[in-house]
């Protein structure tokens, strides 16, 4: 093989180097944009979380609440019907007076 042909070989070996480099430029650039969106949405993603673990909280402080005010309502049906079963005995015990007035 001359030189002449060595020389033509080494300059095509070359080109196919320049253009593989290109292409591994061209695919590192792509991955390197995949991954800014990757990271992009994993932002988002974290902010969706965050959002959501508030709204959560807020749910669970409106549920706990919920089940305070539940809870005095219950306490409050509960002395009101003690009220009411003495009010009633009262009632009857003085309609028995004014009955033995009465007769």
Not at 13 to 22: C, D, N, T, Y
Request: aromatic share 0%; hydrophobic share 45%.
């Amino acid at each position: 093989m001359a030189i002449e042909e060595r020389v033509l070989k080494l300059e095509e070996i070359a080109g196919a180097l320049a253009q593989l480099a290109q292409k591994a430029d061209r695919r590192i650039a792509q991955g390197e944009d995949r991954l800014a969106q990757v990271d992009d949405r994993l932002d988002k993603l974290t902010a969706l979380s965050v959002r959501f673990d508030e709204r959560l909280d807020a749910l669970a402080a409106a549920q706990e609440n919920s089940e305070r005010k539940i809870a005095a309502l219950t306490d409050s049906q509960i002395q009101t019907e003690e009220a009411i079963r003495k009010l009633t005995a009262q009632v009857s015990a003085l309609a028995v007076k004014v009955d033995s007035l009465t007769s």
